[in-house]
């Protein structure tokens, strides 16, 4: 399967943004598509949103109205865009293929303050 990587993360206040990068080292994406998952500290990973090959998103009851996941074939590309953020939505952010899993990387950080 294509090699996904994620990057993006830091440190934002509550009410701030953060753009969040899956960049794919293939030429291509995974058929199924990609997913964007959470797992904030002793806490199971979570799912929060999903984009498909053909672009059909889904959200988290958590993140909706708040996140936008997209793609951008072009550049191998996913991005999960993050607004309105709040300490709650502090975890490592991982992306992975969707819906058939493979190994998991090392995510990136993201650490909202109150």
């Known amino acids: 399967q294509v090699q996904l990587v994620e990057s993006g993360g830091g440190l934002v206040q509550a009410g701030g943004s953060l753009r969040l990068s899956c960049a794919a080292s293939?030429?291509?994406?995974?058929?199924?598509?990609v997913g964007w998952h959470r797992q904030a500290p002793g806490k199971q990973r979570e799912l929060v949103a999903t984009?498909?090959?053909?672009?059909?998103?889904n959200y988290a009851d958590s993140v909706k109205g708040r996140f936008t996941i997209s793609r951008d074939n072009a550049k191998k590309t996913v991005y999960l865009q993050m607004n309105s953020l709040k300490p709650e939505d502090t975890a490592v952010y991982y992306c992975n293929h969707f819906p058939l899993s493979a190994s998991w990387g090392q995510g990136t950080q993201v650490t909202v303050s109150s």
């Open positions: 984009i498909t090959s053909g672009g059909r998103t």
């Open positions: 293939g030429s291509i994406f995974s058929i199924n598509g």
